[in-house]
């Protein structure tokens, strides 16, 4: 469905945030760069002064964009779940770091664990708006970083047959897991065919600082041919400019750093331009995922990644609400709904998110998906046709029936034209009522507990699954990935 007819930038704006990006690239550059990525940049014609920063020309920087890919393809574990990610077409998804959960029982927060990830993955694979499952929380109970990095991956593999992303500490995590890709892709260098993992790499400190170790992933998943989602995530007001047209100018500069690095490592690299930058409240410094000015910033980006005319990603749906209630739908649904509008090719965190990125909850991934279904159907819009415009249908009503209820283009456009909701209640007052009147986060809890119990994908055969757990720290027990566990 593509999206772009909302442009929050006029066309002259556009190409002076395009500028300063270049002009914060060659004229201030960006320091603390991995040795080998460092080599790399300067043997390519970038500058390396005495200041430590590394200073991209313009003219390198306008010959990557030229040459980088329009589109690529997502692939998911199951090819039906392959999705085309570039020309304005609009995908939405999961996302977020949160370290806590809802629990399900209690509707308290608590740590989240890998037994979590992989609950959230059975869900996503049975919510239709949800297109990929980027790991949206942390698990906790994984004891070192390798250990959380291939858990991660574990679950996420073992819970969907969707696309998939998971943040990689450093480069030795991203070597480390692909026995592990290969092996679910069907044997050694099978993942690099068709890859269905993404490598999410925040390699950015803002302001127009490099992560070392999230750079020197990059350049481990780029080599691996991993897809790579380049995320800036600065925060207005904080680690980018309280004025957003600055945050957005400096978002698009630390991101095309990154697609520089991208290409000068492998000219044909899936590289994802990730420009997130967020809010600060600034009366107290906090985080605002579920702002106006979110909104804002969110579909600013998307219009100048498709100026650029690259494959994209931007963050909505990042409720500042504790619980799935008004406020989190209302901030979800504008937030969305721009990014949505302004041709966002891949909207992260738009499913199951709640506090700012803090937390998640199940109810919400449910509820999203809804909400996801309805968005998604305004960006398709109204087809105006011949056909469409009806004169042959309103004449023959008119002299007819005098209603359109039995006519043969209601029954076949609304199977093709209209979007009919899981959860959302369109029942008259008095049948809700008769029914037991409840909301619409009793209805998606029930859907929650039937997903959980039924739903346990068995695409990672027994031996794979012996196999990977022989060479690798797995901590979810297999026992807990079968029906009739005790927790659902």
């Known amino acids: 469905m593509p999206g772009g007819r909302y442009m929050p930038l006029a066309d002259a704006e556009v190409l002076r945030i395009h500028g300063l990006a270049l002009r914060l690239l060659e004229d201030l550059g960006l320091s603390q760069l991995t040795p080998s990525l460092e080599a790399r940049a300067v043997a390519a014609g970038c500058r390396l002064d005495g200041d430590g920063r590394l200073r991209f020309p313009r003219a390198l920087v306008e010959d990557v964009i030229a040459r980088a890919r329009r589109k690529l393809v997502l692939h998911g574990i199951d090819p039906r779940h392959d999705i085309e990610i570039g020309g304005r077409r609009v995908h939405t998804g999961t996302g977020g770091a949160a370290p806590t959960i809802m629990d399900f029982a209690s509707g308290r927060y608590r740590e989240s664990t890998v037994a979590d990830l992989y609950d959230i993955a059975r869900l996503v694979d049975r919510l239709d708006n949800i297109h990929w499952y980027h790991r949206s929380i942390v698990a906790r109970d994984a004891t070192t970083i390798l250990d959380l990095d291939m858990n991660t991956t574990y679950a996420c593999l073992s819970g969907t047959t969707k696309s998939i992303a998971v943040s990689y500490t450093d480069g030795a995590s991203v070597r480390a897991v692909q026995p592990m890709l290969d092996a679910v892709a069907g044997g050694e260098g099978k993942h690099r065919d068709r890859p269905f993992c993404t490598a999410v790499c925040c390699h950015v400190v803002p302001p127009m600082r490099f992560a070392t170790e999230s750079c020197d992933a990059l350049e481990a998943a780029v080599l691996a041919g991993m897809p790579i989602l380049l995320v800036s995530a600065g925060q207005a007001g904080a680690t980018a400019p309280a004025a957003l047209a600055g945050a957005v100018a400096q978002a698009c500069a630390e991101v095309l750093a990154g697609l ?5 490592v492998d000219p044909d690299c899936r590289g994802i331009f990730a420009a997130w930058p967020f809010v600060s409240d600034l009366r107290t410094g ?78 919400s991934y449910v509820l999203d998906n809804d909400l996801l279904g309805a968005i998604l159907r305004t960006v398709k819009g109204i087809e105006v046709n011949d056909e469409t415009l009806s004169f042959d249908v309103i004449r023959d009503t008119v002299n007819g029936a005098g209603h ?20 959302a209640d369109r029942r008259s007052i008095s049948e809700w009522e008769d029914a037991g009147g409840r909301d619409a986060r009793a209805v998606a809890r029930e859907r929650v507990r039937k997903i959980l119990a039924e739903h346990y994908p068995h695409h990672i055969g027994d031996a794979t699954d012996a196999s990977i757990r022989s060479g690798y720290n797995i901590i979810l027990p297999r026992a807990r990935m079968r029906a009739g566990n005790g927790v659902w």
Do not use: W
């Open 260 to 264: 520089v690095l991208c290409h000068i």
């Open 404 to 423: 359109y209820l039995g006519h043969p283009q209601t029954f076949a456009r609304m199977k093709t034209d209209y979007v009919y909701p899981e959860i």
């Open 286 to 363: 906090a985080m605002s995922g579920g702002s106006g000015e979110q909104a804002l910033l969110s579909a600013a980006c998307a219009q100048m990644a498709n100026f650029y005319d690259l494959p994209n990603s931007v963050p909505a749906g990042m409720t500042d609400s504790k619980l799935p209630d008004a406020q989190s739908g209302g901030e979800k649904g504008y937030t969305i709904s721009l990014a949505a509008q302004a041709g966002a090719t891949m909207i992260h965190e738009c499913a199951g998110m709640q506090g700012s990125l803090m937390g998640t909850s199940f109810e």
